[in-house]
C-alpha cells in the first residue's frame, strides 16, 4: 500500500484548519452536553467510545436539504471521506472512506445487499428525519453492511407537551434561467397529539421535481435504466405511536412508506466526450415502465431505561422495498433470448424486490462490584429474501436468495483515572445461512444450470480501542473493528458462466470481512474544535464492480485503503460568525492478478476522489446564513485508461433563512451558486467511450421555503 508524503504535512495543518462534533463545549473546554448515538447501541456519549462520529442535527440537516435536496447530499456537503453524489436516484458508486455505508432508518437496514439496487439513500422523506447519526469506518454495530460506516436516519421523536402541535413546510425550486420544466414543488405536514401516556404522531409529505438544467443552461441527461430523481414525483407517509408504559419504560410502533415514480416524460440525447458535450434530454416516451422505487417499513420497539438498574432497547421490524429499473430504447443484450424473440429485439427491464424481518435486543448496565465497567449483551436477527425479476417477459435474473443471521454479540467500556482513561472492547459473532434453490441463467450467459444449495458462513468479529482525555477537551483513541457484510450475491450468481457450478461450493459468495485500524484526535477548547484521524482498512476478499460488456459484475479482490481526515470549526470574535473546515484524503487499491498483492488504483467506481469543505456561518437572532465551498481534487487511477482520469472541480452554495417567530420561517438556498459547469465524478473516472453515460453536474438551482410550527 502507497503512503501519501503529503500526509505529515496536513497532519501538522490540522489543529490549524470539520463536520459539527457529536459534543460541545464552553469556553474553558468543559463538556455542557452529550449527545446519544443511536446507532452505536450504547448509551454511553459519543466522548467514550473509539469511533469516529458525525451527528447531524435537524438545523443542519434541514439547511443542507434545503440546498440540496436529499439526506445523500446533505451527509456528503458535510463528511469529507464521502463521495461526490451523483445526484441521481441510483447511488451506486457513492462511498464513506472507499467503502459502501450502511444506511438506516432508526436502526433498521435499508440496504439490500444480497442484490444491491443502491436506493438505500431515498426511503423516507428528509421532513421526517430528526438527525443523522455518522459512524466511520468498518464496524459490525449494526449487523451485515458497515464496512464503510453508518448513516443512520433518526426520525421524528415523540411530541414533548401535552395537546395538539405540529409543523408545515411550503418550497418551490427553480433553476436560475427559470425554465418551464425545470420547477419543482413541495408541500409537507406533521401533526402530533399527546395525551398522559399516550402519544401520536402522523404525517405526509407530497413532492414533484421537475427536469435539472447544467451551468450551461442544457437539460442534465437522464439515466433512464437506473433512475432519476428530476422529472419525478414521491409521496412519503410517517406515523409514530407511543405509550409510556411506566415512567422509565416507553412503547413505540413506528410506521413509513415512500414510493418515488419517475414521470418517463424525456429521451436520452447523447453527447460527446471528444467534444465534452454531456449527455442531455429531450422531450419523449421511454418504452416500458420508468424508473421507481417503493419502501414500506414497520418497527415496534420497547425501551426501558430503568430495568434492574439498566437499559433495554428491543425492537421487532418489517422493511420492504420493490426498485424498478427503467429501460433503455436500444434492447439491452443481457436480456436478449433467441428462443423468446429474435436477437436485438427483445425488450425488457428488470426489478428488485426484497422484503426483511428482525429482531434487535440489548441491555446494558454498571457492572456491580466493579467501578467505572458498562457491559452491553444482545442479539440481533435477520431474515432477507431478495430476488431480481425481469418484468416484461417475466423471467427471473437473480434467483431468489434467502440469508440469515443469528448474531450474539457483547461489549464492555471500562472508565480508569476518573474517566481520562477508558478501554472499550467487544466480539460479535455471524452465524450466516445463505439459501439459493436451483436455477437457470439467462442466455446471454449460456443459460447455464445451476445446482442450489445452503452454504453456512460463521465468524467471528472482534473491536478493541483506548480513549485518553488527560485534559479536558483534549481527547486520543486508538481503535481496531471488525465489519462484515455479504457480497453483491445476485450480481454474482446472475453473471455465471461455468458449467456445473454448486452453491454449496462457491466461494465468490462467501462475506466479506473487513477491518479499520485507527488513531484519533479531537480538540475542543475555547472556540475551537478540531479533530484529526487516520486509518488503515483492509478485506481480503473484498468487492469491486467492473464493467464486463454493457453491466457492472462483482470481482472479489484484495481491496487495501488508508486515509486521513481534518476537521476543524472555529468561532470567530465576530458575534453569531463560525468557520469550519474539512479535509479527506483517501488511496484505495486491489489485487487483479490473485496474487495476493494490491497492484492497481480502485476506480471512480470504488472510491472517491480527495475533498476540500469550506464553510461560513451565521446564526444571530432570527438570522441564519451559511455559505460553503466544496473542492473536489485531481485524480489518477494507476492501472486504468488514462481517459478515466479526473481533472476536478469546485463548487459555491449558500442560504439565508429568517425566522419571523409567529409566522414560521422563510429560507432562500442556492446550489452551485457560481453556475459552475462541470462533469459528474461517477461517469468522468468510467465508461470512456460510453457517449450516453456523460452526465454534467446541475446548474445554479434556487429554492424557496416556508416552515411554520405550532
Known sequence: MRTSASFPILLAAALAASPALADEADSGGREVSEVVVTAARTVLPANALPLTVDVIDKSKLDQQVTISGSVVDAVAALTPSFSPTRQKLSGAGETLRGRSPLYAINGIPQSTPLRDGSRDGFTIDPFFVDRVEVIFGSNALQGIGGTGGI???????????????????????????????????????????????????VGGAYETRGAFYDGRGNRVGFDTVQGETQDSESWSLFGRFGYAVSETARLDLIL???????????????????????????????????????TESAAISYVDDGLWGGHLVTQAFFN?????????????????????????????????????????????????????????????LLYDRTEQVLIQTDRSWVPQTDFRSIAP???????????????????????????IDDFTTLASYGARAVSGGSPDFSDTLFNAGIIAEPIPGLRAYASYAEGYTV???????????????????????????????????????????????????????????????????????????????????????????????????????????????????????????????VGLNYNQGPWAARLQAQGFLARDFKGADPRNSFGGYALLDGSVRYDTGKWGGVTLAAANLLDEFYIDYNTDTQQPTNNSRFFAGRGRTFTLAWDYRF
Do not use: M
Open 151 to 201: 448513516v443512520n436516519q433518526v426520525t421524528v421523536g415523540a411530541p414533548k407537551t401535552e395537546g395538539l402541535s405540529g409543523r408545515t413546510l411550503l418550497q418551490t425550486v427553480a433553476d436560475d434561467e427559470g425554465h418551464g420544466d425545470g420547477f419543482g414543488y413541495k408541500a409537507a405536514g406533521l401533526l402530533s397529539w399527546r395525551g398522559g401516556a399516550f402519544d401520536a404522531t
Open 256 to 294: 413509513s412508506r415512500f414510493q418515488l415514480d419517475g414521470d418517463g416524460d424525456y429521451l436520452a440525447l447523447v453527447g460527446s466526450r471528444a467534444a465534452n458535450r454531456p449527455t442531455s434530454a429531450i422531450r419523449g416516451k421511454p418504452p416500458g415502465v420508468p424508473a421507481r422505487g417503493r
Open 320 to 380: 420492504r422495498s420493490r426498485d424498478t429499473f427503467g429501460s433503455d430504447p436500444t434492447p439491452i443484450p443481457t436480456f436478449q433470448d433467441a428462443r423468446i424473440a429474435p436477437v436485438g429485439t427483445l425488450f425488457d427491464q428488470s426489478e428488485n424486490r426484497s422484503r426483511k424481518l428482525g429482531a434487535k435486543a440489548s441491555y446494558e448496565r454498571a457492572v456491580p462490584g466493579i467501578e467505572g465497567l458498562t457491559a452491553t449483551v444482545g442479539l440481533d
Open 409 to 435: 454479540f457483547a461489549q464492555a467500556n471500562l472508565a480508569l483515572l476518573d474517566g481520562k482513561l477508558r478501554l472499550a472492547g467487544g466480539v460479535r459473532n455471524e452465524n450466516v445461512r445463505i439459501k
Open 487 to 613: 457480497p453483491d450475491v445476485g450480481r454474482i450468481t446472475r453473471g455465471i458462466t461455468q458449467v456445473g457450478v454448486d452453491i454449496d461450493n462457491f466461494l465468490d459468495i462467501s462475506p466479506i470481512i473487513s477491518n479499520n485500524r485507527e488513531i484519533g484526535l479531537e480538540l475542543k477548547r475555547g472556540p475551537l474544535q478540531a479533530s484529526a484521524s487516520y486509518f488503515w482498512s483492509t478485506s481480503t476478499k473484498g468487492q469491486l464492480l467492473v464493467l464486463v460488456g454493457t453491466v457492472f459484475e462483482v470481482q472479489r479482490q484484495r481491496v487495501e485503503i488508508e486515509g486521513l481526515e481534518l476537521n476543524a470549526t472555529l468561532q470567530t470574535p465576530i458575534p453569531g460568525v463560525t468557520v469550519s473546515a474539512g479535509y479527506a484524503h483517501l488511496l484505495g487499491e486491489a489485487d487483479s492478478n490473485g496474487d495476493g498483492k494490491v497492484d492497481i488504483d480502485l476506480d471512480g467506481a470504488n472510491i472517491s476522489p480527495d475533498r476540500i469543505l
